[in-house]
């Protein structure tokens, strides 16, 4: 069963930092591209960042660039996203996603994505 665990979220102070990570079991994640996208209460889910299945390629939001960053170690079948400089209206549930996908390729649609993890609260708070 092809399964997605987001953790490391939690409560942190404006330009503090978190990293989320996003574990995958019951497929090998290499051959998939990765999402993390967020949504706030009463607000649509919006894309957040997206990595290449070799990670060459990625894909930020205008308002996480220079901010956060993706990565991913695909012998430990994890992606991670390193958020900095965090501030209140990053606060959200953050998911992470995958589907299979062409070499290279990154999307930051919602859309595009078949699986899904159950989301870890992200609140950016003092």
């Known amino acids: 069963q092809l399964q997605l665990v987001e953790s490391g979220g939690g409560l942190v102070q404006p330009g503090g930092s978190l990293r989320l990570s996003c574990v995958a079991s019951?497929?090998?994640?290499?051959?998939?591209?990765i999402g993390w996208f967020r949504q706030a209460p009463g607000k649509e889910r919006e894309g957040v960042s997206g990595?290449?299945?070799?990670?060459?390629?990625?894909k930020y939001a205008d308002s996480v660039k220079g901010r956060f960053t993706i990565s991913r170690d695909n012998a430990k079948n994890t992606v991670y996203l390193q958020m900095n400089s965090l501030k209140p209206e990053d606060t959200a549930v953050y998911y992470c996603?995958?589907?299979?996908?062409?070499?290279?390729?990154?999307?930051?649609?919602?859309?595009?994505?078949?699986?899904w993890g159950q989301g870890t609260q992200v609140t950016v708070s003092s």
């Open positions: 996603a995958a589907d299979s996908a062409p070499l290279g390729y990154v999307l930051l649609s919602p859309s595009g994505y078949r699986y």
């Open positions: 019951g497929f090998t994640l290499e051959y998939y591209t």
């Open positions: 990595i290449s299945r070799s990670g060459g390629s990625t």
